[in-house]
């Protein structure tokens, strides 16, 4: 399985951004899509996730309100929708891929990764 990111760039402090991530490959047994973050010096965290099965969602509490992950009908993919950006946003932004179930906020439970993808928001 490969997960192909898209969408970041620089933004100011308000604005929005789009994120796409498409899974290509052996994607049959896909449960779970997820987007994390890594900011300089700090550990990767979590950020959104979609569940296919539940057709559910989840959010990191500094995200909710803000950001909103949606599934793309017809493909084993997921947009995040981020407004009201931070410059604490800012970060890159990798999606990820898991066939298990459980926690989707737990970085090691996810199988697949993306190369990931910087989001700038400037003050």
């Known amino acids: 399985v490969q997960l192909q990111a898209s969408g970041g760039g620089l933004v100011q402090a308000g604005g929005s951004l789009r994120l796409s991530c498409a899974a290509y490959g052996r994607t049959r047994n896909s449960n779970t899509m997820g987007w994390f973050r890594q900011a300089p010096g700090k550990e990767r965290e979590f950020v959104a996730a979609?569940?296919?099965?539940?057709?559910?969602?989840d959010y990191a509490a500094s995200v909710k309100g803000r950001f909103t992950i949606s599934r793309d009908n017809g493909k084993i993919a997921v947009n995040l929708q981020m407004n009201s950006l931070k410059p604490e946003d800012t970060a890159i932004y990798y999606c990820?891929?898991?066939?298990?179930?459980?926690?989707?906020?737990?970085?090691?439970?996810?199988?697949?990764w993306g190369q990931g993808t910087l989001v700038t928001v400037s003050s």
């Open positions: 979609f569940r296919w099965s539940a057709r559910s969602t």
């Open positions: 990820a891929l898991k066939t298990g179930y459980g926690s989707t906020s737990i970085v090691t439970s996810y199988d697949y």
